[in-house]
């Protein structure tokens, strides 16, 4: 019979975990195994230290005193380069080929009713491409608008990343196999808020999340891909999240605000619409960049307002950065890395006699890191401020709620490409939906230059490669 090693039970004793190993007998050899090659991967001393600390509380030590605004590009600002400089350095960035793109898609479209990762989610107004497709073919276009290759780099979950790796499969990697590469992020043990005790989930299981997505850079770290990205030129990183389909990946011109500025890391950003918006607030204190989300801000402080009326902490998140590799590495050289965060959440355990239970108020802490700690670290950072229509049209809520729903995605979709084609001279009559495919036309630049395009567009309409296709009522 399988024994778990000496080793281990040692550990087990020393930190107070022997109840993992309640239902030993229980278990077949497979099942014991699995078991220990879990709990071989869980470092007892920083659980513990971990769980001290929440026990403890964490003293703010920050001093909201001296909050202010970030080193931001605006809308309205009269900057010293000009957009059309910043879109040539961006667009000469990619053409030399050291540009790539790293996409977070450790998540399941549960809340969507799609019970697969949520990157295979069809949000496509009248293509049905998926937030994967989205992401790819906008990169193709550019490939294609650029002559280069710009490598993928895709974090999935333990929970996602053979179904999403099979997808990519069955497409065949959309013809883009060779630039491609997919990386998993670990995985943290949840605890039991009163005791500090591994939760189990089954007899031979524990209770495992992932990491939080600043888990990316060790990932990244551990599994090559910044050594890759050194091999091939690769020196700065577009990061998205996959559940935005209008996310700007590899922006030319926030690429070229990035480079111009010789910043580290770069932010793209929407104003805030109200104080007390949901998002996490990009702000300053003393000269370095940090994110705070909107519930930690004093309300007297988030709404306080300059003498033109704006809000002074105006710059949203929207999870949509560009990183210098080389501060990547640095940071992962550092003895300190990126701090743990507690999520006191509700999650499912087994009891003592072997029941799994379903508590109705928060019972445990889940740990993570989150992305947004590079920022003090960077001693160069940048915001670029750009419409909220044109860069965030999140995937996130259950279709019955009113925002960030796919419901609500697609139509902002139509709407964008609504307007290029508008402003690119084609009638578009009301009512109609468009949709334009990247390898049609990545940007509004490249549509304009487009010799093909309609002089009116009167039905729903999907404008891609061979030129468009019209949509019958009968076909909606």
Known sequence: MFAPPPQLTDQLSRYGQQHVL?????????????????????????????????????PDVRDFSKLAAPNSIRLADEIPFSYEKAYDHGEQLVRQGRVGVVIVAGGQGSRLGFNHPKGLYPIGPLS????????VDKI???????????????????????ETVAYFQQQHFFGRQDRIT?????????????????????????????????????AMQSQGILSTCAQQGVDTLF???????????????????????????TLQTIAKQSPSDKTGNIVSIDGRTQIIEYSEIPEALSS????????KLWAANIAVHVF?????????????????????KKVAYLDTSGTLKQPSNPNAIKLEKFIFDLLPLAERTLTVEALREDVFAPVKNAPTESFSTASTS???????????????????????????????????????????????????????????HSFSSSEN
Request: glycine share 6%; charged share 20%; aromatic share 10%.
């Open 239 to 265: 990061y998205g999240q996959v559940d935005n389909p209008l996310s700007p990946t590899c922006s030319l011109a926030l690429l070229g605000y990035h480079a111009l500025s010789k910043a580290q890391v």
């Open 324 to 344: 210098q590799t080389d501060f990547l590495r640095a940071v992962t050289q550092s003895s300190d890395g990126l701090p743990y965060h507690f999520a006191h």
């Open 128 to 135: 049905e491409r998926t937030l994967f497709q989205f992401i």
């Open 182 to 218: 997919f990386f998993c992020q670990s995985t943290m043990p949840a605890v039991d808020a009163e005791s500090g005790r591994l939760l189990l989930q089954a007899r031979n299981q524990l209770f495992l999340s992932p990491n939080g997505h600043g888990g990316m850079l060790e």
């Open 304 to 311: 306080e307002v300059t003498q033109e009326g704006q809000l």
């Open 410 to 468: 697609r139509e902002a979709i139509c709407q964008l490409h609504r307007r290029w084609l508008q402003e690119a001279g084609c009638q578009v009559s009301d009512g109609v939906q468009v949709e334009i495919h990247p390898q049609y036309a990545v940007n509004l630049p490249q549509l304009m230059q487009r010799s093909d395009l309609p002089e009116k567009i009167d039905r729903d309409t999907y404008l891609q490669i061979p030129p468009f």
């Open 140 to 162: 193709a276009g550019y490939e294609k608008k650029c002559s280069t290759h710009i490598p993928l780099f895709i974090m999935t979950s333990p929970a996602v990343h053979d």
């Open 22 to 58: 309640q239902y030993w007998d229980d278990l077949d050899d497979d099942q014991r195994k699995n078991l220990v090659a879990q709990l071989e991967n869980v470092d007892f001393e920083l659980i513990q230290s971990l769980w001290e600390q929440f026990r403890g509380g964490v």
